[in-house]
């Protein structure tokens, strides 16, 4: 008599239901939002010292001069282009990690693994966003742009995806309350 096969097995055993409770305890025993909340603290700030650090190189470099008439359009072009792709990527990145949590795992460690996913995803996508207009600031700086003189509102604009990710490291704390709230299911409507 042939074995069964774990494959097919698992894709005829049917799908565990929403279980709170138990998860809340998984949550718990594992300490998943201690951990989870460690990992977006680093992330944010990595992002801020990243954000000073350049914002100092700028001010701090001396030049006689700022940048030209045709540096400045460029810049903007380029400063724009980057915020539109941003938003895209954003757009993006928030249907992949919805429908990553509307896929329902079969054990309760992926359902935790799918939850814990969703709060990663984001932090780690704002702070690549946030790094990309760092180094456009470096850029702009090493085109004689300064952040604090009458062309500085050029590169302001590549410092809006560091504070997108300080609006989200401030307000989506992932505390153990908002993970539950996630895995029952409010943010996969």
Same mark, same amino acid.
């Given at each position: ?5 774990? &494959? ?6 049917? &799908? ?33 010292? /990243? ?33 539109? *792709?941003? *938003? *895209? ?40 966003? *946030? ?20 062309? /500085? ?6 410092? &809006? ?11 989506? &704390? ?16």
């Amino acid at each position: 008599m042939p074995s069964p096969d774990p &494959i097919k097995e698992s894709a005829t055993s049917p &799908i565990p239901p929403v279980d709170v409770a138990g998860f809340t305890g998984f949550v718990e025993r594992h300490r998943t939002d201690v951990t989870l909340r460690r990992l977006h603290f680093q992330r944010l700030a990595i992002g801020l010292a /990243g954000a000073l650090g350049v914002i100092a190189f700028n001010r701090l470099r001396v030049t006689s001069h700022g940048a030209s008439h045709i540096v400045t359009d460029v810049a903007t072009v380029i400063c724009l282009a980057y915020l539109v *792709a941003c *938003a *895209a990527v954003l757009v993006r990145e928030r249907r992949l990690m919805v429908t990553g949590l509307q896929r329902r795992a079969r054990t309760l460690y992926d359902q935790a693994w799918q939850v814990a996913e969703f709060f990663q995803r984001r932090g780690r996508v704002l702070l690549l966003l *946030a790094y990309a207009g760092h180094c456009l600031l470096l850029i702009g700086t090493e085109f004689r742009l300064r952040l604090f003189a009458e062309d /500085g509102d050029v590169l302001a604009l590549t410092l &809006i995806p560091t504070v997108l990710l300080l609006v989200h490291g401030l307000s989506d &704390i992932p505390t153990r309350e908002r993970l539950v709230k996630v895995y029952a299911g409010e943010v996969r409507k």
